[in-house]
């Protein structure tokens, strides 16, 4: 492992980053604080309590959710498909790094964006709510494989991606969608029985209420699963990307 590569791709994707650093904060912190006036305080003034907890404090693991996997995924299809656009890709390619250094570099830095803007997030719900961390070790560890697990899926966006339009096209018409509905803002268990069999179809589903569970100790499914769709996803994810850099699928055609 050519650590010098990948050391100077994460570099150089972090300076990128720190140069929009204001806008990359004040972003989030607007629209997690919006979320909490709107979901917190309207619908919140309604339901008051969802399995045993406040529903300001029970939307926070699904507002990080949010918003790490669509940074995640963004970050992460940008950073590669820039210097596919510009042409520089093909440097990157005849230099002597793998395409698994390749892979941690933008991989790398992408995940550490989201997990950045995810404490951010967490800090602001502070000021919102009284939130409890029950499993803060399991927290970070959901929150690192979902980082890394998404700007995965971002990468091989950014590969497929012949134009900035689709480079937006998931994240906002796939991934999106998916969290609304993988029980961000609810439990399943609110759910009629026959929505809530088709929503465990939904692959976020098992990533959210891993998450939550860190936080309050309850889920929809069980720990064991969300690990193992979490490991499921990423693995898939890499097998393709190694498909990708075999094949020079959308690289080198």
């Not at 698994?100 to 719900?125: D, Q």
């Not at 709510?129 to 998404?150: E, K, N, R």
Request: one cysteine or more; glycine letters at 8%.
């Amino acid at each position: 492992m050519n650590f010098n590569a990948v050391w100077t791709i994460y570099i150089f994707e972090m300076r990128r980053f720190f140069r929009t650093m204001t806008q990359s904060i004040v972003s989030p912190v607007l629209s997690t604080s919006l979320y909490f006036v709107v979901f917190g305080t309207a619908i919140g003034s309604r339901i008051q309590e969802v399995e045993g907890t406040s529903y300001g404090a029970f939307i926070v693991p699904g507002l990080i959710m949010l918003t790490v996997m669509t940074q995640a995924t963004s970050n992460a299809s940008f950073g590669i498909y820039f210097p596919k656009f510009i042409g520089t890709i093909y440097e990157l390619l005849s230099a002597p790094v793998s395409f698994l250094e390749i892979v941690a570099g933008y991989v790398g830095a992408a995940a550490t964006k989201a997990m950045f803007i995810g404490v951010i997030i967490l800090i602001t719900s502070f000021f919102f709510v009284d939130i409890s961390i029950a499993h803060p070790l399991a927290m970070v560890a959901f929150l690192t494989l979902t980082c890394i697990s998404f700007a995965l899926l971002g990468f091989i966006i950014g590969i497929w991606a012949g134009n900035f339009e689709q480079l937006q096209l998931i994240p906002l018409l796939v991934i999106t969608p998916l969290v609304f509905l993988g029980g961000s803002f609810y439990s399943i268990s609110m759910l009629p029985p026959i929505w809530q069999s088709i929503t465990l179809f939904n692959p976020v589903v098992y990533l959210i209420s891993g998450f939550r569970w860190s936080f309050f100790g309850t889920a929809d499914v069980s720990i064991g699963l969300s690990l193992f769709a979490i490991a499921l996803f990423t693995g898939a994810c890499l097998a393709f990307i190694w498909w990708i850099f075999k094949t020079g699928w959308r690289i080198r055609q």
